[in-house]
């Protein structure tokens, strides 16, 4: 074990680190430190003054506002910013009026589904799972079955875990055809980064976003409510966006969030996304071909390009992923519990893997800027590890 | 040395990984998470998980939280509830510590190439005739070795306890010094599964069935009380079983579940010659069976007088009148020899 004694250093930047933990967050793009940076030189912070500085900062937080709706195709009245991706979550479950159930899909990430439980409980109405067959894919036609007129719908765009991505425009259209009026909230923090969001958009309405996922920073989110939507503000006081969430706007955030999603657009259209989606595919053949046992959760399912999520037979997340960051790989189980402990994943349970299999999760997620040389080092090092731990 | 520390967030296993770090070992901090439910210090301990992961970012060491909360309710929670329900008063620590802590997180250590696993426990561990022993921790009030005497050399060999050599004020002159969060911490005094709100009535209650019953007079044969939950009655008690002729406070010397009655007499004749140990439980650092007749210095609580006694067979007989052991706590034996040596365990039997 020599060459784990001799420790990486603890900077992402560092070239003996490979950080494969996007799906947790991206590390801040340059691009947009220097718009924060830019963003309230001089200005005073708070957009809501009577005086001409409050006036110019709420013109750099409208500029972006702008800049994010045109990015999702959305009117820049139906962008309310709120505290982060759970914060938005929250909002476009608790803050929808009135609604005869919640129904949400049985993979979601926990922001939607304890906001879920709380709303059934607030509006003493049903809690609905809706089930994912083995791939992780929405069961369209038992969820249709399942949900009443009048619900408030809640199933993400793509899995933070396994990276499926979820039929959200064929869920709309078999529930028009039923005909279901319901409400749809989308939860696209995981998908936002390597995903194209507009059929998503067009589908749901109320999406949820949230900066630090598009390397962009965290404690600044997105929900988009679409024209019409009743809703109740969560988080009362001044009522400055749009009476639906209060609080000083974080502007600097802001504009990073809007440059972070101007940046992921740019490399959606230079093709980034599909080089590095034949990364991804080359690591996951890389790996399985040393080790066969391993199983791709979600491989025969629509994925986003960056997630690898697999499970290692006969082992435990936490063992693979100390002997990975001794080596300076950054990667993560996928689900863990408050402490950071890696636990059983929901997901993987509500797909049918076993708990035994849940257990020895790996998910590797990567960055279009993540390169081949760094791949073949994880790669390497994952191969290794395994071996160890399965000798 | 490649060490793994388990570090609990307490001030002990804090400056463990502070002094093997200074001594120039290469450290590596983990956490058990194992108990999912609520406890004092939040859900699943979240807060002592934040100071331990608090303090291998000061140190800058690498750290990580291993989940065994499947298996400690296994090994730890669901036999205490088990031994509770058969009239037993089990201690959980030393169980964590058999299959958890020296168990599978020793396996653990192993397996990922670590070379020892340390932790904060205030004992020592000395090469004695070429051989690895268990001693008592400097600092007396706060020695350990009783809930790690269920050791065997085996583990010994593979085992570090920094702070064994010093105070407790040492240690924490040691954490404040290096301004290590946990440096004032209290120490943890109760069970770390059962929160102080239900308490262990409560914990007790949600997982299994308390049996009310009537409190019998041993010499007599009356009945003269009631008590509302015999699973919480401690062999050896005191508190609650009213007076004797004498006005002094009774002692429970039997607890039976099964015929709804607990037994009481007076202190006097509360005492024991001998205490039977289960045969399974007994467990001895170099592996030596004793002789019938080998005498032992055998320590009954973590922090009880240790008293003479010698092995008959399974039994413990004391040299002198013993107050009453509940079963399912733990004797310690030292060495008369050499006293602060640790020679074996055993569970006291029903």
């Not at chain 2, 030292?334 to 365990?345: A, K, L, M, T």
Request: with cysteine; glycine share 8%.
């Amino acid at each position: 074990m020599s060459s784990a004694t001799q420790r990486p250093s603890l900077s992402p930047e560092s070239p003996s680190v490979v950080f494969l933990d996007h799906a947790a967050g991206s590390p801040l793009r340059p691009s947009v430190a220097d718009a924060m940076a830019r963003a309230l030189v001089g200005l005073p912070p708070n957009p809501s003054g009577a005086h001409r500085l409050a006036r110019a900062t709420r013109g750099v937080l409208e500029d972006a506002r702008e800049q994010i709706a045109t990015s999702l195709g959305v009117d820049a009245r139906e962008v309310v910013f709120t505290g982060g991706g759970t914060e938005s979550c929250n909002l476009g479950i608790l803050g929808v009026a009135a609604p005869t159930a919640i129904c949400i899909s049985a993979v979601e990430h926990v922001a939607v589904k304890e906001a879920a439980a709380r709303a059934a409980q607030m509006h003493s109405v049903e809690l609905i799972e809706l089930p994912v067959d083995a791939r992780g894919v929405l069961r369209i036609d038992q969820a249709v079955e399942l949900i009443p007129d009048g619900a408030l719908v809640s199933v993400m765009a793509a899995n933070n875990e396994t990276g499926v991505i979820q039929p959200i425009a064929e869920l709309r259209k078999a529930l028009r055809h039923a005909p279901r009026n319901v409400i749809i909230h989308c939860d696209a923090i995981g998908a936002s980064a390597s995903m194209e969001l507009r059929s998503v958009v067009e589908a749901a309405d109320l999406i949820s976003l949230a900066g630090h996922k598009l390397g962009g920073p965290p404690s600044c989110g997105v929900l988009l409510v679409k024209e019409g939507v009743a809703m109740v503000a969560r988080v009362v006081g001044g009522g400055q966006e749009l009476e639906r969430r209060s609080g000083t706007q974080d502007v600097a955030g802001i504009v990073g969030m809007a440059t972070a999603l101007s940046a992921t657009d740019e490399e959606r259209e230079r093709g980034d996304l599909e080089t590095m989606r034949i990364r991804r595919d080359r690591l996951a053949e890389t790996i399985q071909r040393a080790h066969p046992e391993i199983t791709v959760h979600g491989q025969d399912a629509t994925r986003l390009p960056g997630h690898l999520h697999f499970s290692v037979p006969g082992v435990v997340s936490e063992e693979l992923i100390l002997l990975l960051d001794q080596r300076g790989i950054c990667a993560s189980a996928g689900a863990a519990c408050s402490s950071g402990a890696p636990q059983a994943s929901h997901v993987l349970l509500a797909m049918g893997v076993n708990e035994r299999m849940a257990r020895g999760a790996l998910r590797l997620t990567l960055a279009t800027s993540t390169t081949d040389e760094e791949l073949d080092r994880a790669a390497m090092s994952v191969i290794y590890v395994i071996s160890q731990l399965r000798a | 040395m490649r060490i793994m520390v388990a570090m609990s967030g307490g001030v002990d296993s804090s400056v463990a990984a502070s002094l093997l770090l200074e001594e120039g070992h290469d450290v590596t901090g983990v956490t058990l998470k194992l108990w999912d439910g609520p406890s004092d210090t939040g859900c699943c301990s979240v807060a002592d998980v934040d100071d331990a992961r608090r303090v291998a970012s000061q140190l800058g060491i690498d750290y990580h939280v291993a989940n065994m909360s499947d298996e400690f309710t296994h090994r730890v929670v669901d036999p205490y509830v088990a031994s509770h329900g058969a009239g037993e008063t089990p201690n959980p620590c030393i169980e964590c510590n058999r299959f958890l802590k020296f168990g599978s997180l020793m396996t653990m250590m192993d397996r990922l190439g670590f070379e020892a696993l340390a932790t904060g426990h205030h004992a020592r561990v000395q090469r004695i005739n070429g051989r690895a022993e268990l001693l008592r921790g400097v600092d007396a009030a706060k020695d350990q070795s009783y809930v790690l005497s269920m050791l065997t050399s085996a583990q010994l060999e593979n085992l570090v306890l920094p702070v064994g050599e010093m105070t407790k004020d040492d240690v924490r002159a040691h954490g404040t010094a290096r301004a290590l969060r946990t440096s004032a911490k209290p120490d943890s005094q109760d069970v770390c599964f059962i929160s102080s709100g239900p308490g262990r009535r409560g914990f007790l209650e949600e997982r299994s069935q308390i049996t009310a019953g009537s409190i019998v007079d041993l010499q007599s044969g009356e009945t003269i009380g009631e008590v509302d939950a015999l699973e919480l009655i401690t062999l050896g008690q005191r508190q609650g079983l009213g007076l004797d002729d004498n006005g002094e406070k009774r002692v429970a010397v039997r607890v039976d579940i099964a015929q709804k009655r607990v037994e009481v007499t007076t202190p006097e004749r509360s005492m024991i010659k001998a205490l039977n140990l289960r045969e399974d439980s007994i467990t001895w650092v170099h592996q030596a069976l004793p002789r019938t007749g080998a005498p032992v210095i055998a320590q009954l609580r973590s922090h009880s007088a240790p008293v003479a006694a010698w092995f008959e067979e399974h039994r413990l007989v004391f040299a002198e009148p013993h107050h009453p052991v509940a079963p399912g706590q733990t004797a310690a034996f030292y060495d008369p020899d050499h006293p602060d040596v640790v020679i074996g365990s055993a569970i006291v039997a029903l």
